[in-house]
């Protein structure tokens, strides 16, 4: 069976190169909206975060109808910490529109998503996007295209692959490089003679790849997937697979099927090859599983999504303010919220620690591991997590560890201080060219190495430096890497901060905190220009007398505290440190909050030296 009237496509790119701006456009002159309706930018990018961070965090499903042919569109992440999210997708569908930015070119994600669709063997549309730029390389931008491919190993047949020109802000396109049409006309007739048709045998056993994952409260747990032979319907009796064989097949009923039109999911009777749908009624489905025919039962293969990077340990909130502001606050919670993350999360990990309450959490990187404690603590959970620790792998008697491929856009004069910042982190330069007006630098270094990073590259750069990573693979220990430089200021006792023990205590560094905030003995509450923490007291008040003198009762001014990000608190907290989270606050704090105790683990783990 050959389905001319569908096509199934992904747009994958690197971050921010307009992949859901471009799928805003088609779904608009489709006619998904009404001529007078205000459909809202990046519509796909539909929960809380992604509208706040601008970013692609989840891979979406959409459909456009052009021609009496059906289009499903996957809208997949950008970002290198998310690439589970697209390689668990490219299973669906049977060709890829490659979005490159006609100003930056190829990028680390550029390269990482190719590859991905190249080893299975789909269809590629090159789509050189946001050709209005008045900056626009088109021609060295297509260059760089074809020589990626060539480098990936596609061959000649690189060479045959389309080109099309477009803005998806603009919502045109074209072939041409020198006009762009009135619409995206160009692009949609270049997938409908591009992208092959679905082909599968109707008449044999079912067979269904589940990619995805969701959850409703009514109906339960919804397996996504694209249905790779036979037909499938409501009420019908199915039995479930696995590849690995790590489970136990089992049958289920199918209570409900979904297809997806446009931005909804309508109910269906049936579904047959080619269709992307939706089913529940099955109570454990997970991503991976094979739905398929009770009798003939056969699995297919699923992706094997690369391994993560990043660990870090997450446990129950045990600070002198615990309870007081989280919902879900015991081990019990935390455990059931990780071990769910995982049914939709295929590139992250979750072992239990050596305690009851802690829990090991790995991913691709620190955006991957916040944005999973950015959603705990939205949805009312109180915990805390340590430092973020990289996954080494001994073969034989020699540590390997994770490098990262690092590409940094900047401005000439910053090309120096990069440099000096990343030798001591172990960063290898080992490419550095124009573009346009700015620099472009490639190192290869240690992900160790850009723990703690990002903030000080926006500082250095004054903010106009843009830096992309993705993981390279495993190379040799590359051997120590300095610490932070600056100590910890740190709470001596718990109760309310004045604005007295404030003023007193920022000539000693940087606060965290301002005026009447609860803070508990052992707290972190600001940083140090000089490498040893600082006991102050941020709670001490000024004593009445009845001495006066002139100037002694000036209203004191007090420095603007340093809010710090999620990113920014992971980034900045140390091996005696840990982040607690609450669904009001983050806040940084010692280990062992008695000072005591805290003094001799800093002497017996070797971080205070004894003169002798």
Do not use: W
């Amino acid at each position: 069976m050959k389905r001319t009237d569908l096509r199934n496509i992904a747009i994958i790119a690197h971050v921010d190169h307009g992949k859901t701006t471009l799928v805003d456009a088609m779904l608009k002159q489709c006619g998904v909206f009404r001529q007078n309706q205000d459909a809202p930018d990046r519509i796909m990018d539909n929960n809380d975060i992604e509208k706040e961070r601008g970013i692609t965090i989840l891979a979406k499903n959409t459909s456009v109808h052009y021609k009496d042919v059906k289009i499903n569109i996957v809208d997949t992440p950008g970002h290198a910490d998310f690439g589970g999210e697209v390689e668990r997708v490219l299973k669906m569908i049977d060709g890829v529109l490659l979005l490159v930015d006609a100003y930056e070119g190829t990028m680390p994600q550029t390269r990482f998503v190719l590859q991905k669709a190249l080893e299975l063997k789909l269809a590629v549309i090159i789509v050189i996007n946001k050709v209005d730029k008045p900056d626009a390389r088109l021609q060295e931008v297509e260059n760089e295209v074809f020589d990626l491919l060539i480098d990936l190993g596609a061959g000649e047949e690189a060479f045959e692959y389309p080109v099309v020109y477009c803005s998806g802000r603009q919502g045109t396109a074209s072939l041409s490089r020198e006009k762009q049409d009135a619409d995206l006309t160009p692009l949609f007739d270049t997938i409908l003679e591009n992208i092959p048709c679905p082909e599968g045998e109707e008449n044999e056993p079912l067979q269904m790849l589940v990619s995805a994952i969701d959850y409703n409260d009514y109906v339960g747990r919804i397996g996504i997937g694209r249905i790779a032979r036979g037909t499938i319907s409501v009420n019908t009796e199915i039995a479930v697979e696995d590849f690995t064989g790590n489970i136990a097949p089992y049958k289920a009923k199918i209570s409900n099927l979904y297809e997806i039109e446009n931005l909804n999911r309508v109910s269906c009777a049936s579904a047959t090859v080619g269709d992307i749908v939706c089913v529940s009624g099955i109570e454990n489905i997970n991503i991976g599983n094979t739905i398929c025919d009770p009798i003939v039962r056969e699995a297919l293969p699923f992706v094997n999504v690369s391994e993560p990077t990043l660990e870090m340990e997450f446990s129950v909130n045990n600070s002198p303010f615990a309870g007081k502001e989280g919902k879900y606050v015991t081990s019990r919670n935390l455990r059931e919220r990780l071990y769910k993350e995982l049914l939709k999360d295929v590139s992250l990990r979750v072992s239990d620690g050596e305690s009851k309450d802690t829990f090991h959490v790995a991913g691709r990187g620190e955006i991957h591991l916040s944005i999973l404690i950015e959603n705990m603590r939205r949805e009312g959970y109180e915990f805390q997590v340590g430092k973020p620790k990289v996954m080494n792998k001994k073969i034989g008697d020699i540590t390997y560890e994770p490098m990262e491929k690092v590409i940094i856009d900047v401005p000439s004069e910053s090309v120096g201080v990069v440099m000096e910042r990343l030798g001591p982190r172990k960063g290898e330069l080992k490419n550095m060219n124009s573009v346009g007006s700015r620099m472009r630098l490639e190192f290869v270094i240690p992900t160790r190495g850009l723990i703690g990073y990002k903030s000080d590259f926006l500082t250095d750069t004054k903010g106009e430096g843009i830096i992309n990573t993705l993981f390279e693979g495993y190379e040799p220990y590359k051997g120590d890497i300095p610490r932070r430089n600056n100590g910890s200021l740190i709470a001596h006792e718990t109760g309310k901060s004045t604005a007295y023990g404030l003023f007193n205590a920022q000539e000693r560094g940087t606060l965290f905190v301002g005026a009447a905030v609860d803070v508990y003995q052992g707290e972190v509450i600001g940083y140090s220009p000089k490498a040893e923490d600082i006991v102050v007291n941020i709670c001490k008040e000024k004593h009445l007398s009845n001495c006066r003198a002139s100037g002694s009762d000036d209203a004191l001014k007090l420095s603007r505290p340093k809010e710090l990000s999620l990113e920014e608190a992971i980034e900045f907290i140390e091996d005696n440190e840990l982040l607690e989270i609450t669904p009001k606050s983050i806040r940084i704090r010692k280990k062992i909050l008695d000072p005591t105790l805290r003094m001799r683990d800093d002497i017996r783990s070797g971080r205070i030296k004894i003169n002798k």
